[in-house]
């Protein structure tokens, strides 16, 4: 540090003794009392530097004793080694560099400039000139900003006007997209008023799109009233009834209804045959209707009781109903001949057979029936059966679920053969929800393959998957799960479970038996319908977050189908090529458009407008009075800040003022006492502080070498193990009260600390600033813990199935090896900044860490993640999301403590 080898500093001897002597000192300790004497703190005399060395240096009384002691010394010898002061020594004054000019402008006489600035004038005032906007040509909207905001109930009015280019012009403005409440009402000299009242707050809306994500067609109807809908999308048909006697077929390409077929009674029942040619409708006053797509009545025939089922075979040949007076019937379409079937009680449900030949009944009493086609009973198959029959997929055996003993809700999954016969019975594990005995349990809680190869249970806490084919259990995962589709080809499941219900899980159980590498479609809100492309190349999501998201099967976002509300359905073309989605809108979309005497279209305007909920004037009170309270805090929290920002640069102007400028010659003044001891200490203490200022500068240790062993010492976990061979003084005692005589002591094992730590450390690109304080907190781990095992490993970027034991990455170890060697209870400590100090957003990493965290949750109980960058920057970055998946913390020393409290199973949130 000195330029003179032979010349020694009485601080750097001061150090080296103690040192030597036993006190806890670092490099850090010499460094910050340097610092100190910079700032002119303990060059008063020697009891200003003892008190200065002895406030940073000595924690204990012990080490009060030894400082005491070495510093006299040092003194003492000081002293003596210097009998006359030699003159101070300066530093030379360094001169500010003076910035070199990138471009040298050439100096111009004042006519140039006069000519060269005119000239820049006139270029700028011709690029304006040309660049300038350009008035609107008649017609076009003159009228104001429409109203955006409407209340249920509430009129909703807005005049539309647009200017004409000549006085006999005859203008026209029409409604291109409007929601249904609106009207648009012609008034004189070519203005319209859009007159309206929402009764609901939610309309709905059908889209038709291609795969690219553009829209073919769009459909708005009032959400409260739409009773029925079904889909034929071969031709891009969409059917819906509202709360009357009306049904429309209505082609999505185009913007008018097809047809609009008229019934006797509200309409109940509707379904498209096979084919998509034939559409069955059925009314509450007992007439079943076919008809065509062209709006043809075909049929018209006659039941009684409430239609519990309606259903086309996989043919198209057969229409079967099954209602609430107990009978199933069967309508043979080609030659209109009809067979009932009855039963003891109401018919739930009728099942039919691959090649429509055989069905299966299911009604109240709970027996499933197997029927041939032509109404002839097979055999009555088990009793106490639930709302569920199923055909193999060769159509051979016949699927039943029954609950034998209803207390204990054992559930039994059987087959039986075409002619009644029971060929296997399989037992599922007990405790199945009670709404297993529910008629309407199939549609929610059982999900069926396409292929009939598997079939999924979902209980209170369990999915459970079922391979049809084997007649075997093939999974059970221990999950709530609230949604469940499969791939047409039944190799794949999409999953959403109800602690995370704004992700879609992907399954594929042939290759992924545990679930434990499932791939993630999230959201932004919860999901609310899930469904795959024909040829499952593709998965789409609807959720709440107003959109539909179209997947790969990799699980990659490809395109985001926007919506004016919640997405409740998605369905494909069995062709695979379109797509449509049915949302619940509370934004309705309004385009106008004004076209002139040619039917030119001159101008368009297009606006939103949201319809909110009717509140009552207690809650308009409250709401305005949570405005205002709103604004209150906003304004009393920006004067606060501003206050504070003031405060804080008056404080640093102040300590500006009072600190000497880097710049300048330091030389403090010496006591006498000092410049007759040590003349060159001063000029020494200032040349080592500049150079560790010189060496610090870009370091960033938001925690000190000491916080770090202090915090690792609390991770330390004592317990009791071994023979016995401390006195049990509590114990001991209260034998003696309970006894009366000493007789023998009582005695205990150790306390033996068992706390082991697993730090795994991120090592190259990003992470290479922070190979300093990396170094420190494995260094602080391992030699000053304290703990009973403390191992460091290193990783790049994202750990795989291999960990390295040096920091260059070259001695790779298992992952799987290393957990082996820890206990459940130990813990693994993250230090990386997961992608935040480059920003951004890597699905891979993401997949990967995600991986990486479940591999570790199976060996280990306690994982915290330790982030070298501030928290501010983890937003909208890989390091946002992987904080979602994992405690994480940013490297501070509450970070720190947050991190080890988490490893001790004692985590308690803090405040940065």
Same mark, same amino acid.
């Given at each position: ?62 080490? @009060? ?14 002293? =003596? ?18 910035? @070199? ?194 709006? =043809? ?19 198209? @040949? ?42 299966? #009944? ?154 434990? =590498? ?22 789409? #999501? ?23 509300? #919640? ?97 300048? #010659? ?230 720190? =403590? ?15």
């Amino acid at each position: 540090m000195s330029e003179n080898s032979n010349l020694q500093l009485p601080l750097l001897n001061l150090f080296d003794r103690l040192q030597k002597a036993g006190l806890p000192l670092g490099i850090d300790e010499y460094k910050l009392a340097l610092r100190a004497l910079q700032s002119g703190y303990g060059i008063q005399d020697h009891e200003a530097l003892a008190r200065l060395c002895r406030t940073l240096w000595v924690k204990s009384k012990e080490d @009060k004793l030894l400082f005491n002691y070495h510093f006299e010394q040092v003194m003492d010898e000081e002293s =003596q080694s210097f009998a006359e002061p030699e003159p101070i020594q300066t530093l030379p004054k360094v001169e500010p560099q003076k910035k @070199k000019q990138l471009i040298k402008l050439p100096r111009l006489s004042p006519t140039r400039r006069i000519v060269w600035g005119g000239t820049l004038l006139l270029i700028a005032g011709v690029s304006f000139w040309l660049v300038r906007p350009q008035p609107k040509k008649c017609p076009y909207f003159t009228s104001v900003s429409p109203l955006k905001l409407v209340r249920v109930n509430q009129e909703y009015s807005y005049e539309v006007k647009a200017c004409k280019a000549n006085e006999n012009d005859r203008l026209e403005i029409t409604a291109l997209k409007k929601p249904p409440w609106l009207k648009l009402e012609k008034g004189v000299d070519g203005t319209v008023t859009l007159k309206g009242k929402p009764v609901s707050e939610t309309y709905g809306s059908a889209h038709l799109w291609d795969m690219s994500g553009k829209p073919l067609g769009e459909l708005n109807y009032n959400y409260d009233d739409f009773y029925l809908q079904d889909f034929y999308l071969d031709g891009s048909y969409f059917v819906f009834s509202e709360r009357n006697k009306i049904v429309h077929l209505r082609s999505l390409s185009a913007k008018q209804i097809k047809k609009d077929l008229q019934h006797s009674w509200q309409v109940n029942q509707l379904r498209f045959s096979p084919d998509g040619k034939i559409l069955a409708t059925v009314t509450g006053n007992g007439f079943v209707y076919l008809w065509d797509l062209s709006g =043809q009545q075909l049929a018209k025939f006659q039941y009684s009781g409430k239609v519990n089922d309606l259903s086309f075979s996989p043919d198209g @040949k057969i229409l079967a109903i099954a209602s609430g007076d107990g009978l199933v019937r069967l309508w043979n379409l080609p030659n209109r001949r009809l067979i009932k079937i009855k039963h003891s009680s109401r018919a739930f449900k009728v099942t039919f057979s691959p090649d429509s030949q055989y069905i299966v #009944t299911s009604s109240e009493d709970q027996i499933p029936r197997l029927w041939d086609i032509s109404g002839k009973k097979i055999k009555d198959l088990s009793p106490d059966s639930l709302n569920f029959t199923a055909f193999s997929a060769d159509g051979q055996s016949v699927v039943t679920m029954s609950l034998r003993d209803p207390k204990k809700n054992l559930l039994y999954v059987r087959w039986f053969d075409l002619s009644g016969k029971q060929l296997a019975e399989l037992p599922l594990s007990e405790n199945f929800p009670y709404y297993f005995d529910s008629p309407d349990y199939s549609d929610q809680y059982i999900e069926l393959s396409s292929d009939r190869h598997w079939m999924v249970l979902l209980g209170e806490e369990k999915l459970i998957l079922l391979d049809l084919q084997n007649r075997k259990k093939f999974q059970e995962l221990p999950y709530r799960v609230t949604k469940v589709k499969f791939r047409p080809d039944g190799q794949m499941i999409a999953i959403v479970f109800s602690d995370n219900e704004r992700t879609v899980n992907l399954w594929s159980p042939s290759q992924d038996t545990f679930g434990k =590498q499932m791939r993630l479609l999230r959201h932004q809100d919860n999901i609310q319908d899930v469904s795959f492309s024909p040829d499952g190349r593709f998965v789409v #999501t609807g959720s709440s977050d107003r959109t539909a998201r179209i997947w790969d099967i990799s699980g990659k976002k490809l395109k985001t189908l926007l919506h004016n509300g #919640t997405v409740n359905s998605i369905q494909f073309s069995p062709d695979g090529q379109h797509l449509i989605t049915t949302s619940k809108d509370d934004i309705h979309e309004v385009k106008l458009q004004v076209t002139d005497g040619s039917g030119t279209i001159k101008d368009t305007q297009p606006f939103k407008i949201n319809v909110l909920a009717g509140d009552s004037p207690d809650t308009q009170r409250l709401t305005y009075l949570a405005i205002a309270g709103v604004v209150a805090f906003t304004v009393w929290s920006g004067g606060y800040f501003i206050a504070r920002f003031w405060l804080e640069r008056l404080a640093k102007s102040r300590v500006k003022e009072i600190t000497p400028s880097p710049e300048s #010659t330091f030389i403090p003044t010496p006591s006498t006492k000092e410049q007759k001891a040590q003349p060159e200490d001063v000029v020494q203490v200032v040349r080592a502080v500049r150079q560790a200022i010189r060496i610090e500068t870009g370091e960033y240790f938001p925690v000190t070498r000491r916080q770090m062993k202090q915090s690792w010492r609390y991770l330390r976990r004592f317990v009791r193990d071994g023979p016995a061979t401390e006195l049990d003084i509590e114990a001991t005692v209260k034998q003696f009260a309970r006894q009366g005589i000493l007789l023998q002591t009582v005695l205990m094992p150790r306390r033996v600390n068992r706390a082991q730590l697993l730090l795994l450390i991120d090592r190259d690109g990003s992470m290479i600033p922070f190979h300093e304080l990396s170094r420190r907190l494995a260094e602080t781990a391992v030699q000053g813990g304290r703990l009973a095992k403390a191992d460091v490993y290193y990783f790049h970027n994202c750990s795989d199935k291999y960990i390295y034991q040096d920091p260059s990455c070259c001695e790779a170890k298992l992952l799987a090896d290393i957990l082996a060697n820890y206990s459940y209870s130990a813990g693994v400590l993250i230090f990386s900044d997961a992608g935040a100090a480059r920003g951004g957003w890597n699905q891979e990493r993401i997949d990967l860490t995600q991986q990486f965290l479940q591999q570790l949750k199976q060996r280990v109980r306690y994982i915290a993640w330790l982030n070298p960058m501030p928290k501010s920057r983890w937003d909208s970055t890989t390091a946002g999301e992987i904080a979602s998946l994992v405690p994480m913390f940013e490297l501070s020393r509450q970070g720190l =403590q947050g991190a080890i409290s988490v490893l001790r199973g004692k985590f308690t949130p803090y405040r940065l």
